[in-house]
């Protein structure tokens, strides 16, 4: 933790003190990770860094009201993906986010040869297409799996079995294995 | 493939198998399957280059996306001073509001600005112990405090709270525990206990700047707000279970007087609070709580108190009726002379308003009588043997030796090792020698650690001319006999570089402000000479030896005979 951190520590008293550099703390080691999370699931930037923000304040005021959370990192997830969901109900149109030209060029441009340049952006797309054309439940599993997180902790960052888990990513990935031997 | 041919796994056992999340035995029976099948080989490496597709198109996405390194968006700063927590929790919210807008203030500062400490956390404890003298103006003086102690433990999240009184003269300290009841008083002294910290005087700074010396390793922090030091230690995470994990104590920057502790334990958090503090005449005091020794006759006025020490620079503290650092500090110089520091499980330290306690367990009658006669000859020290007082601290492990030279063995070198000795009896007293030298040289670097350690530089400017004499002394009689075997194992081992044609250049050691600052290093150096040497002369299942190895050795002696005697030169030692 850094100096930073500690110095909020002081600026509250007893719990509180502990709560807030608590909350300092997942701040730090987790914004990045809930961040990428959120832009997976397509939420644009702008509206992924306001979403990374409501999750973190969520923690602090759930720890705040005594909550006990177990597992830091499950819990924010959980969050974060009700707040996409929340988020994106009340958007009137879908927001989409794909590989822009450029970035795609760029990504392309690593390749060695103009074929494979082609190919890679070509499949980038699809996949990423693919992607988005997966149900909600089976983006966030594939997202979650994504950041490294396990079926169990899957399981309980959405409420729901293990063994629901599995399925909707065996979907996922059988629809998108299908778009990369297309 | 249909989902549900038998012959072969389904599209969902595949990602488990794939994902590991299968159970063991189900996970064996599926790689048995799929080592002597190709459909599901195939249909294994098809689900591979799927999940690798999903991984590229997902860090593509980021690549593209401008997300900026430093997600400290202004905006949150206010959105956490406005955070709300429902009224049911028994929170206030005018209270929370306040500190709420405070923490939001600060976290601004901390997003927009690097907060840098200007003091250390040893500077601060150093000046709290040094004033706590102050606080006696005269042997007639008692201090009165009140605590409030909250314990919460951590498992249940229970809380139990409690008050008592502490009177704490020049010479004697009582205290009403009664109040404290059972859920508290036990645990807290426990872990005053394990921690050597001083319970009958649970806020003062000495013990707790002793505790801060001996961790191997600490996160520290200084911040200076509203009139109020705060010195937050996080201790090492490998902490034994009894240690205290952080500690944060607050002081009155106009005097430096503690006013709260928090520990943080594995399975507890203590608050010691004072909710008032003063000065009484011994006189006013009933007579009960102060039995064990006469109050000194009447006295004049007590002089004005002297000033304040400096934020940094700090004078020698006002002389004292009873000062427990020299008494400690006499106490180690006497088992010094006697030999008992040196891998001895005698152990020295001060409770501030109490007593100095040398306690010693296991060790052999005859020098029990010897310590008891030290405990004897010094005033205000008890001596306990087999650890009577308090649990036995469970010093925090060392830290492994550094990893061996990883370079291409020569097998050659074994033999020519062989060559060298001739025999097995010239092989085995080379090996005793060196081990010998080894060992003396360890045992003045685990001496000289605990020196270090128990009196960091800061703590050794407050001490007096005779104690700071003796601190000198003991630990340039130990970087002498250090050095004397470090010397003494280079030179054992020279003319075997030399046969072994083994060639090294020994580097030097940049020199240290204090003699504390280099100890760390120098042992460090000692471990890895210690299993370098046990590696290459007493180890028969070893894999052959590596010239690096032999090097490093060569290099690690002779760099420590060099850097011991340097050490001990800059050490001053009053005859």
């Excluded at chain 1, 832009?39 to 969520?58: C, G, I, K, M, N």
């Excluded at chain 2, 999940?51 to 400290?72: C, G, K, Q, T």
């Excluded at chain 2, 500090?329 to 001895?344: C, F, N, P, R, Y």
């Excluded at chain 2, 001739?422 to 020698?433: L, P, V």
């Amino acid at each position: 933790m850094d100096a930073g951190v500690r110095a909020l520590g002081i600026a509250a008293f007893g719990e509180q003190a502990r709560i807030l550099d608590e909350a300092c703390s997942a701040y730090s080691e987790e914004r990045e990770l809930i961040l990428r999370y959120l832009l997976s699931l397509d939420a644009p930037l702008a509206d992924a860094q306001e979403l990374t923000q409501e999750v973190f304040l969520a923690y602090y005021a759930a720890l705040l009201g005594g909550a006990g959370i177990s597992v830091r990192r499950a819990w924010l997830f959980a969050v974060a993906s009700r707040k996409f969901l929340n988020w994106r109900k009340s958007q009137s149109r879908r927001a989409t986010l794909a590989i822009d030209n450029d970035a795609a060029q760029s990504v392309a441009d690593s390749a060695q040869t103009p074929e494979a340049r082609l190919l890679a952006l070509e499949k980038d797309r699809a996949v990423h297409d693919a992607i988005q054309s997966l149900s909600t439940q089976q983006r966030i599993c594939l997202h979650l799996r994504g950041e490294g997180l396990h079926y169990r902790e899957i399981a309980d960052v959405l409420g729901i079995s293990v063994p629901a888990v599995a399925e909707f990513l065996r979907r996922a990935i059988v629809r998108i294995r299908k778009v990369v031997h297309a | 493939m249909p989902k549900t041919d038998p012959r072969h796994l389904s599209d969902e056992q595949l990602l488990l198998y794939f994902d590991n999340e299968l159970a063991a035995a189900a996970r064996d029976a599926a790689r048995r399957h799929i080592d002597g099948c190709w459909t599901c080989r195939t249909r294994l490496d098809d689900l591979s280059g799927a999940v690798s597709a999903i991984v590229h198109a997902r860090e593509s996405l980021f690549d593209s996306l401008d997300v900026p390194s430093n997600l400290a968006w202004p905006g949150l700063a206010r959105r956490i001073a406005e955070t709300r927590v429902p009224p049911s929790r028994g929170f206030r919210p005018a209270r929370f509001r306040a500190i709420a807008v405070a923490a939001g203030l600060l976290l601004a500062g901390w997003i927009f600005t690097v907060t840098r400490p200007t003091l250390t956390a040893g500077q601060v404890l150093a000046n709290a112990s040094a004033a706590a003298w102050r606080e006696i103006p005269n042997p007639r003086a008692v201090v009165h405090q009140r605590f409030h102690v909250e314990r919460r433990r951590v498992a249940s999240g229970r809380s139990f709270a409690g008050d008592y009184e502490l009177w704490r003269g020049p010479s004697n300290t009582r205290f009403q525990l009664a109040s404290l009841g059972p859920e508290i008083g036990p645990s807290l002294r426990r872990a005053y206990g394990a921690n050597r910290l001083d319970w009958n005087d649970p806020l003062a700074a000495a013990p707790i700047a002793q505790w801060h010396g001996r961790l191997s390793s600490a996160s520290d922090s200084v911040v200076e707000d509203a009139g109020r030091v705060t010195v937050t230690t996080q201790a090492p995470a490998d902490a034994p279970a009894s240690a205290i994990r952080r500690a944060e104590l607050v002081l009155r920057r106009a005097d430096w007087h503690p006013l709260e502790l928090r520990l943080t334990l594995a399975e507890d958090e203590f608050a010691i609070r004072e909710v008032s503090s003063e000065v009484v005449d011994s006189a006013a005091v009933d007579a009960s709580l102060l039995p064990a020794e006469p109050i000194a006759p009447a006295l004049p006025a007590a002089p004005p108190a002297a000033p304040l020490p400096a934020l940094v620079e700090f004078t020698p503290p006002v002389a004292a009726s009873f000062n427990p650092l020299a008494t400690q500090m006499a106490v180690l110089w006497s088992i010094h002379q006697l030999g008992a520091d040196l891998a001895e499980p005698v152990q020295v330290f001060c409770c501030f308003a109490g007593d100095v306690v040398l306690e010693a367990a296991g060790v052999p009658d005859s020098r029990l009588e010897q310590l008891r006669a030290i405990a004897t000859a010094n005033p205000h020290t008890r001596f306990d043997s087999d650890g009577a007082i308090s649990p036995p601290q469970q010093s925090s492990p060392d830290a492994a030796p550094p990893p061996l030279p990883d370079s291409p063995a020569d097998p050659s070198l074994d033999s020519r090792l062989s060559d060298f000795f001739g025999s097995f009896e010239a092989r085995e007293n080379f090996t005793r020698a060196i081990l010998a030298q080894s060992d003396a040289l360890l045992t003045r670097a685990y001496a000289l650690r605990k020196l270090a350690a128990d009196w960091p530089a800061a703590l050794e400017t407050t001490l007096d001319p005779a104690s700071r004499a003796h601190l000198d002394a003991m630990a340039a009689d130990h970087s002498a006999a250090a050095a004397n075997a470090a010397r003494e194992a280079a030179q054992l081992l020279d003319p075997l570089a030399a046969a072994l044609t083994v060639s090294y250049t020994p580097q030097s050691s940049p020199s240290a402000e204090h003699w504390q600052d280099a100890i760390p290093s120098l042992f460090s150096r000692a471990r890895e000479a210690d299993s370098l040497i046990r590696l290459v002369f007493t180890r028969n299942d070893r894999p052959p030896m590596s010239r690096a190895a032999l090097e490093r050795l060569c290099s690690l002696t002779r760099e420590m005979a060099g850097a011991l005697a340097d050490l001990r030169q800059s050490i001053p030692v009053q005859p």
